[in-house]
């Protein structure tokens, strides 16, 4: 009983200290985390160095840390970035981690890693490759769904709870018949945005707001193994421009919303 009405009296302290450092204008000691997959390259790679050098505390993830050699030279740089495996095509290998971080407040989740596959196995007039099929939903559209719910409790203690998945704008099933090809892929990001547009109506009374963000072409090795490298921009300026939509977004109805802001039609 004792200890309860100390902890009680400790907690009421806690919270006086904080909002009177508030009040008195004091900058907040709030240290943000997040938690990005796919960071051993590509615009995962640039979220992790952007966030560490906004001084998050970056919990990047890695299908195979032992290849991740930039991603381990940004860790020796940076005390607030740490690396964990994590493979999104095994469900274990998700819950082992969110095992481990059981109680770590996560603002932000942003499930960036994503698979293309070869496109000559998603093309009509080619054989399509069943299994790849297979993957490439597991990984786009099954895996942000299983990291949400994995990582809930988190997000829900985090001061930011945010959820979000990188999508794409040839996922939009309003522009699908503009063009072929790429066909899995496509049905890969349209049913993570239905996903996670359904997951944010879950979850919108307990104040997560999830975004779905478009980077535009990006000069990564998914842009060139689709064929349509040589236009696109750097992942550097991606995931800066991304990382502006992540701390504007304020919404809770999950829309896509573009790398510079504007809203693609779902
Ligand atoms: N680049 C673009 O133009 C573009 C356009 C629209 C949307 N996007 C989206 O943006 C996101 C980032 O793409 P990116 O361009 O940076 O692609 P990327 O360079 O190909 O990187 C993809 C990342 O996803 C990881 N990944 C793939 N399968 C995985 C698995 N089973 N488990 C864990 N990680 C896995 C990769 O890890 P490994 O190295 O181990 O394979 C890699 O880290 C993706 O969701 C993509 O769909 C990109």
Known sequence: MTKVL???????????????ALAAGEPSTHVPTLLVTGANRGIGLEFARQYVEREWKVIATARDPSNASELQQLASQHSNLVIEKLDLADNASITAL????RGQPIDVLLNNAGYLGEPDGQALGKTFDYPMFEEIMRVNAYAPLLMSQA???NVLAGEQKKIIALTSGIGSVTLASRFGGLVFYRMSKASLDLGMRALQADVRSRGIKVGLLVPGEVETQMLRD????????????????????????NDQDAKLLSFDGTIVPF
């Open 6 to 20: 100390v902890l009680l009296l400790a907690m009421t302290l806690a919270a006086f200290g904080s909002s009177a």
């Open 98 to 101: 969110a095992k481990k971080y």
């Open 151 to 153: 990582f809930l409790e």
């Open 226 to 249: 689709s064929g349509y490298s040589g236009r696109g921009k750097s992942p550097d300026d991606a995931a800066r421009a991304l990382i502006g939509v992540i701390d504007g977004l």
